[in-house]
Nanobody, 124 residues
Framework: QVQLVESGGGLVQAGGSLRLSCAAS????????MGWFRQAPGKEREFVAA????????SYADSVTGRFTISRDNAKNTVYLQMNSLKPEDTAVYYC?????????????????WGQGTQVSVSS
């Protein structure tokens, strides 16, 4: 089994920054791609960002490109999401997810393991 635990969420004003962390345990973290997704109230969960096992390849949703950065530290079994220039529409529960393959993906159903989520709220 894989355990993913997110942290770093909170309340921030528009234009501010937050850094989310996702600590993984239970399998070889460095072998698989990781992703971040989010779900706003009343909406479906959507893709935010993904990163390859080495960190050399990343992918972002259009809505966060240029503002968010995904990264990982394989020595610490942790993936990060640096969020800058936050907007009220970024308010959501943010989920960390892990694939069982090395290729990155923006498709929710291609992720096998999920964390419990961390709340991010951006006030205007």
């Amino acid at each position: 089994q894989v355990q993913l635990v997110e942290s770093g969420g909170g309340l921030v004003q528009a234009g501010g920054s937050l850094r989310l962390s996702c600590a993984a345990s239970g399998r070889t973290f460095s072998s698989y791609s990781m992703g971040w997704f989010r779900q706003a109230p009343g909406k479906e969960r959507e893709f935010v960002a993904a990163i390859s096992p080495s960190g050399g390849r990343t992918s972002y949703a259009d809505s966060v490109t240029g503002r968010f950065t995904i990264s990982r530290d394989n020595a610490k079994n942790t993936v990060y999401l640096q969020m800058n220039s936050l907007k009220p529409e970024d308010t959501a529960v943010y989920y960390c997810a892990s694939r069982t393959l090395r290729t990155i993906s923006g498709r929710e159903y291609e992720y096998a393991y999920w964390g419990q989520g961390t709340q991010v709220s951006v006030s205007s």
